[in-house]
């Protein structure tokens, strides 16, 4: 018996987990940015729609989904910001 290797091809790939490029959600357009600039964006300008959830990036090479955080940190006090 010849055990083959466990990854899916894309045909195999459930139908919901196939990433598609949808509209950003929120409307914040500094948190889009950092988003789109996050280095070989595979949906620049869009986010990464998958198994129903949005993420803020896809990078399809190295098949990773980004949620971007940002804040104004000039907001918090200096106490906060200490981890």
Do not use: I, Y
């Not at 790939?13 to 280095?39: F, I, M, Q, T, Y």
């Not at 729609?49 to 804040?71: H, I, M, P, S």
């Amino acid at each position: 018996m010849v055990r083959r290797h466990a990854e899916t091809s894309e045909r195999e790939r459930r139908p919901e987990c196939k990433p598609l490029s949808v509209k950003h959600l929120g409307g914040n357009k500094l948190h889009n940015k950092c988003a789109d600039g996050v280095p070989n964006n595979t949906f620049s300008g869009w986010d990464a729609l998958v198994n129903g959830k949005n993420f803020d990036a896809l990078q399809l090479a190295t098949r990773t989904l980004w949620e971007v955080k940002t804040d104004d940190f000039d907001k918090h006090s200096r106490r906060s910001m200490w981890v």
